[in-house]
């Protein structure tokens, strides 16, 4: 019995110790205590001098005696006998204690919060020469590493053209100062960061973050409190017309306005941007970032990692523009004989007054005194260098180039629904090298699915509705049965958020991965790169890299190649140019690089590189390099597809429209 009385003693002196440590931890809690302990000793005082020392002949007088006691030291010179005296010491004593911790209490916490507001304070950034983040969300740190990665890879030992990286972050993200900038401290410890917050719409905000003085302004509108997709592209186009606005108040001339780009999700948003955004503003449209890489992986894996490597991870040869005049003049087909170690891929042309890309041009285009050939190499010199005696009379190759087969036939199966996958329905619907049948599974109810994919969409695609848990082992083995597919999709469930589907994927995929075995191409979209590292993990490399990493590579061509971001939209837009792998027939001899290169060129192609038998991808080998038979060859071509034109209604959810290109 007294061992249950004392767990139930220790057991409430436990709670009322709890509820004192809640009650110190606030201003208001300290304060309210110590009043409390003025007035327990203040009665307890009155009491003793009145009841048991008999000492005064009222209470009240007691009560004054007590308080006089409390909040004067000089009252002990009044005191008679030696137990007024000790009783007087206490409250002495008591009353220092208490009303010195008041005051420490009070003079803490002014002086606490008066640092704070110090430290938070955004005084205007002293920088000039540097680079502008608009926005924060979980993957900024990601974008961010990846372009300083990429900096000695692009810039090939030339001086990186910023100095230092601003972060104008959301206020409402302002108590999270300290944990931000570690993140960024962490992903790029070479270069020197500032984080400084405000509002993106407010013109007072860029005047803060020194944005007339910076080299160029990346603006992200993701990380708003709405998580929505819609909500991200509307604050980032907000965000750049606050921008424009205050850009435009300044005096700087066009040379020297900084650059811009508009991260946005959806290409529609992109395309509706462009009509109230001032035209040097670039925009990086992330849907067609990733599923666009998704699309060549379905239809050309070996340019899929051709182009992860150029855009990611910077090895491997990469794009250059070669001016030199003494190639003016020269037809493009006989360019890969003046080239010692270069492959042309096509001509920029500034003719109309703009940089024009002509990829895979016609090989009689002449070059003019003001154009430039576009080429793979390996660097800035191997693309310059030029041949002291030409060799046009390379050696015929008696074999022949198979056909490039058109529409291709393609059954994928998708593995969960949100706003990337109708985004990768719409590039496959324009992937020129196939035709796709897709099967969706997912939890989201078919009438939704319908309505999210555009009409003409529909119209070029077989599309094909599964209901069940993506996550279910049993549903995906049924599914995979069913279908028969070339190729799995793997995404979360998820419709808005965009990192929300990475965690979903991971056991979608993990899932699929145990039922096929490798027998199937499995790959995932992941947003975080922490998610894709996971992911990539498991498959051995066969998944595209995050897609924060995807954007940072093509932040880092548009801000550190200016000259080449032209050519990267032209060879990833499906309208314009065709990434292709063809496979030569295992009869033959073995054919020069540039023989083989010559015939490709007679068949409306250009040769950009091979596969090596390992299943590399190696874009400008030298031009004697012996090519045998069997090898696959990465060809790029023009586009033979007009652009579709969706209805003039923005909403196309369900509505069949005319394909012009079909």
Request: proline fraction near 7%.
């Amino acid at each position: 019995m007294s061992s249950r009385a004392s767990k139930h003693r220790q057991k409430r002196r436990q709670r009322i110790g709890a509820w004192l440590q809640r009650q110190v931890a606030t201003l208001a809690g300290r304060i309210i205590l110590l009043l409390a302990g003025i007035v327990i000793v203040t009665v307890a005082g009155s009491t003793v001098m009145y009841f048991s020392l008999d000492a005064f002949s009222s209470y009240d007088d007691a009560l004054w005696w007590t308080m006089d006691h409390l909040f004067d030291p000089g009252a002990l010179n009044e005191d008679r006998g030696w137990a007024q005296r000790l009783v007087g010491l206490a409250l002495v004593a008591a009353g220092l204690i208490i009303l010195v911790g008041i005051l420490v209490t009070l003079a803490t916490e002014v002086v606490e919060r008066s640092l704070e507001r110090l430290a938070s304070a955004d005084l205007p950034v002293d920088v000039r020469q540097h680079l502008l983040f608009v926005g924060w969300d979980d993957t900024t740190p990601d974008i961010l590493q990846t372009l300083d990665y990429l900096q000695p890879h692009l810039l090939g030992g030339e001086p990186t053209p910023f100095r230092s990286i601003v972060v104008l972050a959301p206020d409402s993200l302002r108590d999270r100062r300290a944990q931000l900038q570690n993140l960024l401290h962490q992903a790029i410890p070479s270069t020197t960061t500032q984080i400084t917050f405000g509002n993106v719409l407010q013109p007072e905000s860029y005047e803060r973050a020194a944005a007339q003085d910076a080299y160029a302004i990346v603006i992200s509108g993701a990380g708003t409190a709405d998580p929505s997709l819609g909500a991200a592209d509307a604050n980032a186009v907000q965000a750049a017309s606050a921008l424009a606005g205050y850009l435009d108040q300044g005096d700087a001339t066009p040379p020297e306005t900084p650059l811009v780009s508009v991260v946005v999700y959806a290409g529609e948003h992109a395309d509706a941007a462009k009509a109230i955004l001032p035209p040097h503003f670039e925009g990086l449209v992330v849907d067609r970032i990733i599923t666009g890489m998704l699309a060549l992986e379905l239809t050309a894996p070996a340019w899929g990692k051709a182009v992860r490597n150029l855009l990611v991870s910077g090895e491997g040869a990469g794009l250059h523009l070669v001016r030199d005049d003494r190639l003016t003049g020269i037809p493009f087909r006989d360019l890969i004989g003046h080239l010692a170690a270069a492959v042309p891929l096509g001509v920029m042309t500034t003719r109309d007054g703009s940089p024009q890309p002509l990829l895979a041009p016609d090989p009689s285009t002449v070059l003019g005194p003001d154009d430039a050939v576009i080429v793979f190499a390996a660097d800035t010199a191997a693309a310059d260098a030029l041949r002291e005696v030409p060799t046009t009379d390379t050696l015929a190759w008696a074999g022949e180039i198979p056909s490039m087969t058109d529409l291709e036939v393609r059954t994928v199966l998708v593995v969960g629904f949100n706003s990337r996958i109708v985004a990768l329905l719409r590039e496959l619907a324009v992937a020129p090298a196939a035709r796709f049948h897709v099967t969706s599974l997912s939890q989201t109810a078919t009438s939704r699915r319908t309505r999210s994919v555009p009409g003409w969409v529909l119209d070029r695609l077989t599309v094909r509705y599964l209901d069940g848990d993506p996550t279910d082992a049993s549903t995906l083995r049924e599914a995979i049965e069913a279908t028969k597919p070339d190729a799995i999709i793997v995404s979360g469930d998820v419709a808005e958020h965009p990192r929300a589907p990475d965690a979903a994927a991971v056991f979608s995929y993990l899932a699929t991965q145990q039922i096929v075995q490798g027998a199937v191409p499995v790959l995932a979209i992941a947003y975080s790169s922490t998610y894709a590292d996971l992911l990539a993990q498991n498959a051995g490399g066969a998944n595209l890299p995050g897609a924060a990493e995807m954007i940072g590579g093509t932040l880092a061509w548009t801000l550190l190649r200016t000259e080449i971001t032209p050519v990267l939209a032209a060879m990833f837009d499906p309208y314009r140019t065709t990434l292709r792998t063809v496979r030569l027939d295992e009869t033959g001899t073995p054919a020069r690089f540039d023989a083989l290169y010559r015939r490709a060129l007679d068949r409306g192609a250009v040769l950009a590189g091979i596969v090596q038998p390992d299943g590399t991808p190696l874009l400008a080998p030298p031009p004697d390099t012996q090519i045998p038979p069997g090898t696959s060859l990465l060809l790029l071509t023009r586009a033979t597809r007009q652009q579709v034109t969706p209805p003039a209604s923005s909403d196309t959810h369900g509505v069949a429209t005319h394909d012009p290109a079909s």
